[in-house]
């Protein structure tokens, strides 16, 4: 489908232009998405030309950084370093565009295990992001959460969950970004859960539940997780009979997905099995 728009949008607006770009940037990310790295590479590097050649230098910014990330993915970290420092000699001080640069710095500077460096980069795209007005709050709400992703990473899970509180906040009432939102909520859940906040996970995992569900329907592998999570809440609480419904339904759905044999189902059974148990039966 994509392959097809683009070649729709090169036969109307031609091969150099920005709408074409666009496309490009979208069948990128489809390739990383399905861990096609050199194709999602090839992509980019066509698209931060078209950029260049046209002088959109936000959106230049935006898709070198792009390729850094993907360069990260292909194991090439030093030409993503240098791709990065491009992007923060062109990029405003105070950019959005800069504070995304500075959260891909982070992630390969955590993937080389230089923490320190890794949050002093987090800190720098923090002091961006939280002293302005955003102009694309669905763009900064993608930063907060790929921060909080970073931070959770390398147990900062105090710092991760406020980010991901402030991520909720961007995207409240954005009906089409309900997945993320589902996501984030099912993460909350978990880290609350596993820092002892039993009653504050609960109702992230419930949110959670209700998101993932509307849009990808009920057998959702995110679900099952979902599920599980608030199985160990309910048991937490001493709410065994909830527990063993929670757990049951993720059983089914992780089963379904990843077969009788994976450990995430075996560790699903053990966890009924555990619930049973503490009922004395």
């Not at 089963?255 to 004395?280: C, F, L, R, W």
Request: aromatic share 8%.
């Amino acid at each position: 489908l994509c392959l097809s728009a683009l070649e729709f949008a090169r036969y109307h607006f031609g091969g150099d232009s920005q709408e074409v770009a666009k496309v490009r940037q979208l069948l990128a990310t489809i390739y990383a998405g399905s861990s096609r790295n050199e194709e999602a590479l090839e992509q980019y590097e066509i698209v931060r030309m078209v950029y260049e050649r046209l002088g959109l230098d936000v959106e230049l910014s935006l898709a070198e950084t792009d390729v850094a990330m993907v360069l990260v993915l292909l194991g090439r970290s030093e030409e993503a370093m240098d791709v990065l420092y491009r992007v923060f000699n062109r990029a405003g001080k105070e950019s959005e565009e800069r504070a995304l640069a500075f959260v891909a710095m982070a992630n390969i500077l955590c993937i080389q295990d230089r923490k320190a460096d890794s949050k002093r980069c987090l800190e720098i795209a923090r002091e961006i992001l939280d002293t302005k007005i955003s102009v694309s709050p669905l763009q900064v709400a993608q930063v907060y959460a790929e921060m909080s992703m970073l931070y959770e990473t390398m147990i900062e899970f105090e710092v991760a969950l406020c980010l991901m509180k402030k991520t909720l906040v961007f995207l409240d009432g954005v009906s089409e970004m309900q997945h993320i939102q589902g996501s984030i909520s099912a993460r909350m859940g978990w880290l609350l859960l596993k820092t002892e906040r039993v009653d504050e996970a609960v109702p992230f995992l419930q949110s959670a539940i209700e998101k993932l569900k509307n849009c990808f329907g009920p057998l959702h592998f995110g679900l099952g997780f979902a599920y599980k999570h608030l199985g160990d809440a309910y048991l937490a609480m001493n709410q065994s009979e909830s527990a063993i419904k929670y757990f049951t339904i993720a059983k089914d759905i992780i089963n379904a997905t990843y077969g009788p044999k994976h450990e995430d189902t075996i560790d699903t059974i053990q966890s009924i099995a555990n619930a049973y148990g503490v009922m004395g039966r």
